[in-house]
């Protein structure tokens, strides 16, 4: 049974629940964080707390707990749930009013605090030598201009992942303006004759943090690695693209709108990469 937090209480996930004039229900009125767990250990903590300050000031909601509270508040819901590896939820919302009404309802309105945990599926980088790789598919990216704020409002990002899973893709790779931005719900790398490619941070992409990581690990083991925007016609050429998140870590990409890319399978560069990602992971989860 999942444990989850809402408001200050716990109760079982199933029994939560809100308003239906919640301002997250009615509006989608908020921001959430997906953090990994490892070994019952927040993975990148203070990083996915960083982005959730961002998101809400970005919205104008100011922190309903401070950065000992959101790390008290982690800690004991990874706790309740018997630790392990999961995938732990964090949603903040504006909150619930008397009526709906667009503007910012009345100051003192108390902001809805909900936290989840799921179990977190094994990630391709773990068993690198028998994962094959997914599709992809391109789509237009026909979301908001504020994309680097992890608002729960993902109707775009819903309907293009889903039009992806329709044609039997993993992932839609979004273009906009002769630029490959990201994925539908990840980051995007690609590999040109040796040099690990990433879009630089704007308001047009998420900043992930499983992207910094990799650029991290990049530099620190002196594999050639820049920010720069990615055209349609590098990504179509690319030696290898991948697709990261906190939940599915860094996934290769081996065909492309039906086009094979590089040789059709997770490349060489996805493998190193994959190593370092997993080894720093381990490191962090023998540490606990
Ligand atoms: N999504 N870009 C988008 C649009 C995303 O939704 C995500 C992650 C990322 C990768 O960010 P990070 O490395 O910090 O997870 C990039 C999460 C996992 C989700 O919505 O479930």
């Not at 209480?9 to 997250?24: F, H, K, N, V, Y």
């Not at 990630?123 to 094959?132: F, L, R």
């Not at 329709?166 to 990201?182: F, H, P, V, W, Y």
């Not at 992409?205 to 992207?211: A, Q």
Request: net charge negative; with cysteine.
């Amino acid at each position: 049974m999942t444990l989850a937090y809402l408001n200050g209480t716990w109760q079982p996930l199933e029994d939560a629940r809100i308003s239906p004039l919640d301002r997250g229900f009615l509006f989608a009125d908020g921001v959430y964080e997906v953090i990994p767990v490892y070994a019952g250990k927040a993975f990148r903590l203070a990083e996915h707390l960083a982005r959730l300050r961002f998101s809400l000031a970005e919205i104008q909601l100011p922190s309903p707990l401070d950065e000992a509270g959101w790390t008290a508040l982690i800690a004991e819901l990874i706790e309740r749930n018997g630790g392990g590896n999961l995938s732990l939820y964090l949603q903040v919302t504006r909150g619930a009013t008397s009526k709906r009404d667009h503007a910012f309802p009345p100051a003192g309105t108390e902001p809805t605090v909900f936290a989840m945990v799921s179990p977190m599926a094994p990630a391709p980088a773990d068993a690198p030598d028998t994962t094959p790789g997914v599709a992809a598919i391109t789509l237009p990216d026909c979301r908001w201009l504020r994309c680097d704020i992890k608002s729960v409002s993902l109707l775009p990002n819903i309907l293009m992942r889903q039009q992806a899973v329709s044609q039997g893709a993993a992932e839609a790779i979004l273009l906009r303006d002769g630029e490959a931005t990201e994925g539908s719900a990840s980051n995007l790398f690609i590999v040109t004759a040796g040099t690990v490619i990433t879009s630089p941070k704007s308001p047009l992409i998420l900043g992930g943090i499983t992207r910094d990581l990799i650029l991290e690990l990049c530099r620190e083991h002196g594999i050639a690695c820049a920010e720069q925007p990615i055209s349609e016609d590098a990504l179509r050429s690319a030696d290898e693209i991948w697709v990261t998140s906190s939940t599915r870590e860094i996934v290769p990409v081996i065909s492309l709108d039906g086009a094979t890319v590089g040789e059709g399978r997770p490349g060489p560069v996805w493998r190193q990469v994959a190593g370092l990602y997993t080894a720093f992971k381990r490191a962090l989860a023998d540490n606990v």
